[in-house]
C-alpha cells in the first residue's frame, strides 16, 4: 500500500531558497562583519591613544578632544593636550675653544735603519755586543781577523821608504849634473833625462803612500762599527765565519728608535688646510694614541707632507717625528694618530647630543625656562669633537638645549626637568602644612 501525502503537508512546507536570495544573504554577512572589525579596530585605536588623564577619571572632555583630533591632538611625548609633560635633560651652550683635528690610522718607521756590514773580507774573530742592546754610532760591534792587514800595511809602507830613497837619490844626482852642467863639463841632456828620472820616482813614491793609506784604512776595517746610533737586532753571524761586504745580511741590523716617525694618511680634502697652516709655518702638535684612542703614547710634531695624491684612495701621505724618548713607539706598529690642525677660540658649543636632524635640516630644542616648554630652533653645526659641536647660528651662549628625551618632543611642548615636582606631591605638602596650621590656631 502507497504512503499518501495530505494536502495540509504539502500547503505548509517552505519554498527552497533562490539563489539570488543566497547571494543577498552574503553580502549581508560580509558587511556586517566588516563593520564589526571597524568598531573594534576604533575601539582599540580609542583605549591605545587616551590620555593618561582622562584615564585617571580627568574631564571627559580633554579625552575626547584628543582622541577626536580636536586642537589638543598633535604628536606624542607632551604634543596633545592633556598629556603628561616629558622628562628631559637639558645643557647649557657654552662658549670655548675647539680644537680642529685629524684622525688617522698610522705606521710607525724607524727615522734610520742600517744594515751593519764589514767593509773588509775576513775571519769574525770577536762579537763585542749583544742581541736588543742600544749602541752609539762608532762603537766597535765586531773585530776581523786583522793580521793579513797588518802584513798588507807593512809591505805597502816598505815599498814607499824604498821609492822614497831612490826619489833622494836621483835629486842628489840631479843636483851635482845642474853644477857641472853651469861648469860646462856635462851635456844638458843626462841633466835633463835625471830631471825626468826625479819626476817619475815622485809619482811612484805617491803611488806608494796611496797603497799605504789604503791599507791603514782596511787595517781599520778590521773594526767593524755602528754606522748610527740605535738598537741592535738579533745577531745573524757567529765567531769564525768568513764575512764580506758583499753579505746581505750583514753581521746585524740597527734601527733608530729615538727620534722615531709616524706615517698616515691625510684626506685630500684636508690638505689645501694643511698646507695652509704649513705656508704661516706653524709648528702642528701631533698625538700617537693606542689602538682604544684612550692611551697617550708620545708626543711630537708634523713634520713633512707628500707631494702626490694616491689615486686609489684619495689621501697624502704625511709623516710626524716623536723623540720616543721611553721607546713606546716600536717599529711597524700601527697607532691612532691625531694631528691638530687648528684651533677654534670662543665657539658656542653644545652637547653632540642636542643636536638633531630634520627634514630643513639641523635644529635644536631650547627650553623656555618659565613656561616650561621647548621651541624647536634651526641651527648651522660647524666643527666638532667627541662629545661636543660648535653651533655657528642659531643659539646664543647661556640658552639652555634639550640633551635626553628630544625624539617625543614637538614645537611647543611642555616638559619636566629632572629636578622638578609632581603637581600632585606639591598640592599635598601644602594641604598638609595647611591643616597643620589650623591645628596650631586651634590649640
Not at 60 to 67: E, K, V
Not at 180 to 201: F, G, H, P
Amino acid at each position: 500500500m502507497e504512503p499518501t501525502t495530505s494536502p495540509k503537508s504539502a500547503l505548509t512546507s517552505p519554498p527552497p531558497p533562490s539563489p539570488e536570495a543566497k547571494r543577498r544573504r552574503r553580502i549581508i554577512g560580509t558587511v556586517i562583519a566588516v563593520l564589526a572589525m571597524v568598531a573594534l579596530g576604533l575601539l582599540a585605536w580609542r583605549l591605545t591613544h587616551q590620555p593618561a588623564g582622562g584615564a585617571a577619571g580627568g574631564p571627559p572632555g580633554a579625552a575626547g578632544a584628543g582622541a577626536r583630533g580636536g586642537p589638543g591632538a598633535g604628536g606624542p611625548g607632551g604634543g596633545r593636550r592633556g598629556a603628561p609633560a616629558t622628562t628631559v635633560g637639558v645643557a647649557t651652550a657654552e662658549q670655548t675653544d675647539i680644537p680642529v683635528h685629524i684622525d688617522a690610522l698610522g705606521t710607525v718607521v724607524a727615522a734610520a735603519t742600517a744594515t751593519v756590514r764589514p767593509q773588509v773580507s775576513g775571519v769574525l774573530q770577536k762579537i763585542q755586543f749583544t742581541e736588543g742592546q742600544l749602541v752609539k754610532a762608532g762603537q766597535v760591534l765586531a773585530v776581523i781577523d786583522p793580521r793579513p792587514f797588518e802584513m798588507a800595511l807593512l809591505q805597502a809602507r816598505g815599498q814607499r821608504q824604498r821609492d822614497e830613497a831612490q826619489l833622494e837619490s836621483a835629486r842628489l844626482t840631479l843636483t851635482r849634473y845642474r853644477t857641472l852642467l853651469e861648469q860646462d863639463s856635462i851635456a844638458r841632456q843626462e841633466v835633463d833625462t835625471q830631471a825626468a828620472l826625479v819626476k817619475q820616482l815622485e809619482g811612484t813614491v805617491m803611488t806608494d803612500r796611496a797603497s799605504e793609506g789604503v791599507a791603514q784604512l782596511n787595517l781599520g776595517y778590521t773594526q767593524v762599527k755602528a754606522p748610527i746610533s740605535g738598537r741592535l737586532g738579533l745577531r745573524t753571524v757567529d765567531i769564525g765565519n768568513l764575512v764580506g761586504s758583499s753579505d746581505a745580511n750583514g753581521v746585524a741590523v740597527i734601527t733608530q728608535l729615538s727620534p722615531i716617525d709616524v706615517e698616515f694618511t691625510v684626506p685630500q680634502d684636508q690638505v689645501p688646510a694643511l698646507q695652509g697652516r704649513i705656508a704661516q709655518g706653524a709648528k702642528l702638535p701631533a698625538t700617537a694614541l693606542d689602538r682604544t684612542r684612550t692611551d697617550t703614547l708620545a708626543s711630537g710634531s708634523f713634520i713633512a707632507l707628500d707631494n702626490q695624491v694616491d689615486v686609489q684612495t684619495g689621501t697624502v701621505r704625511a709623516k710626524a717625528r716623536f723623540t720616543n724618548t721611553d721607546n713606546k713607539l716600536f717599529p711597524s706598529q700601527f697607532v691612532n694618530l691625531r694631528l691638530q690642525l687648528d684651533t677654534i677660540e670662543d665657539a658656542v658649543v653644545v652637547p653632540v647630543t642636542a643636536l638633531r636632524h630634520g627634514a630643513n635640516g639641523d635644529f635644536v630644542y631650547v627650553l623656555n625656562a618659565k613656561e616650561k616648554t621647548v621651541s624647536q630652533r634651526a641651527v648651522t653645526r660647524g666643527q666638532a669633537t667627541v662629545d661636543k659641536v660648535q653651533i655657528l647660528t642659531g643659539l646664543k651662549v647661556g640658552e639652555q638645549v634639550i640633551t635626553e628625551g628630544a625624539d617625543r618632543l614637538r614645537d611647543g611642548a611642555k616638559v619636566t626637568l629632572p629636578g622638578d615636582r609632581p603637581q600632585g606631591a606639591r598640592g599635598g605638602q601644602q594641604g598638609q602644612g595647611e591643616r597643620r596650621r589650623q591645628q596650631g590656631a586651634q590649640q
